[in-house]
């Protein structure tokens, strides 16, 4: 049998370009208009996408009043875990992952929040594991700024123990509800979990059934060294962004090696790469699209977007000049300041060659395309050692989601690399992932 694709669906508000709220199609009011959401959560179920994917933001970009009016990303979208909560009760298969952040949030509400609609949603939840790295975010939780990079790490993997430890409170069949006997509960199968660590003290036990999947599936996006080793420990999907196959197959081959130290098979790690998809019924068509979408693109703006990824205010610099050497930031993401810095210097591009490569595709990998074309891309990172499957960022919607779903899941298909249909109810059944038996020992775990 051939490896299999699986799929995700990130859906970010009007879309992922960019511009995409401009585009005369798009859904401008994506982010607040629900109905639009459940018609994008039934249309990738429609596909047979393994789940829908959504980000989140704890701030306004920061950015001065008169770029920050241009742009629709995190700025008007309802708050995620309440979203996949709502869809997961109008939807039937798909699995739903939220983000949530390790940073601002703490141990027993996120365990219960995820508990909770692991069993509304009957076992189709997942939680995307950041740490948030902006000073904005930090200056609306009580801190001046971000916590440093490594301290947040250390911070994620103790609250990750703790979240697992609380989703074990109770065996699967403690609460055996004995009308006759008159016994609810058999306390004899609950734990308290009585934590007490460096940054978080825990007693439990947390209020809730065992979630039906045993752990809502673990969803993780870290590229730097403290991010891989996170990865490896704890995510059973994780989304890359990678602009080349080899850089890809680098991290698949390191990834999957680092899951193994901590005792893990390669293959209950799942490594996705996001994916824009630009796709023409000829290649000519995809391409005219990709020009369009570009040619929305506000340069202001788009400046301000490149500017905050490299950490460095670029406005005194001449657009169609080089990009100048630059410190790596403190804050925000390593991996979109290496790949395109790397990319800068690899193919000695002005700034405003960088600025149209990178703004529009939002920092993210794409191609352009007939639907062979896309599925060419895709089986060939599959097969190589590039991916297990990928995130789909479509740039705009609904329309360029509407033609991955009609165009290239049927090609896909055909070559027998993705599902005709889902063979079981969980997210993990679509994952191809084990649930995982409840932790005899909470000092097993590392909690206590």
Not at 234 to 253: G, I
Request: net charge negative.
């Amino acid at each position: 049998m051939k490896k299999q694709l699986h799929l995700g669906a990130f859906l970010n508000s009007a879309g992922h370009h960019s511009a995409a709220w401009r585009h005369p199609d798009a859904q401008a009011d994506a982010g607040m208009n629900f109905a639009h959401m459940l018609e994008l959560a039934r249309l990738c179920e429609r596909g047979k996408f393994d789940f829908v994917f959504y980000a989140d933001a704890l701030n306004v970009h920061e950015a001065p009043p008169e770029i920050l009016a241009r742009s629709h990303h995190y700025i008007a979208n309802f708050e995620p875990i309440t979203l996949i909560s709502a869809l997961s009760v109008l939807t039937e298969k798909i699995g739903f992952v939220s983000t949530a952040s390790t940073s601002w949030s703490e141990p027993y509400n996120l365990a219960r929040q995820f508990a909770s609609i692991d069993h509304i949603s009957h076992g189709r939840a997942a939680w995307n594991i950041v740490t948030s790295a902006h000073d904005a975010a930090a200056q609306n939780f009580g801190r001046d700024q971000a916590i440093d990079h490594h301290l947040r790490y250390e911070r994620a993997r103790e609250f990750c123990n703790v979240v697992l430890g609380l989703w074990d409170s109770w065996a699967d069949d403690a609460f055996v509800r004995d009308k006759a006997a008159g016994i609810f509960v058999d306390t004899s199968k609950m734990r308290t979990l009585n934590h007490r660590g460096e940054h978080f003290s825990v007693a439990g036990p947390l209020n809730i059934e065992r979630p039906p999947q045993g752990y809502p599936v673990l969803v993780q996006a870290g590229a730097s060294d403290d991010g891989r080793e996170f990865a490896a420990e704890f995510a059973e999907a994780v989304f890359t962004n990678h602009l080349t196959l080899e850089s890809a197959q680098a991290y698949y081959a390191d990834v999957k090696e680092r899951a193994q130290r901590f005792g893990r098979a390669p293959e209950s790690l799942l490594v996705m790469p996001g994916l824009t998809p630009y796709i023409g019924r000829t290649e000519a068509e995809a391409r005219e699209r990709h020009e369009y979408m570009n040619s929305l693109l506000d340069p202001t703006l788009a400046l301000s977007m490149l500017s905050g990824w490299l950490g460095t205010d670029l406005s005194p610099y001449d657009l169609d000049g080089p990009l100048p050497e630059l410190q790596r930031p403190r804050t925000g993401s390593q991996s979109n300041f290496e790949n395109w810095t790397t990319l800068a210097k690899r193919e000695n591009l002005t700034i405003r060659q960088l600025m149209n490569r990178a703004v529009g595709a939002r920092a993210k990998s794409f191609t352009v395309g007939t639907p062979v074309q896309i599925a060419d891309h895709m089986q060939t990172w599959l097969e190589s050692g590039g991916a297990d499957g990928f995130n789909i960022l479509p740039p705009y919607l609904p329309g360029a989601l509407e033609d991955f779903v009609n165009l290239v899941i049927p090609e896909l298909q055909a070559r027998g690399i993705f599902r005709t249909d889902y063979t079981g109810t969980m997210l993990r059944d679509h994952l191809g992932l084990a649930r995982p038996a409840r932790t005899p020992d909470p000092v097993a775990l590392g909690v206590n």
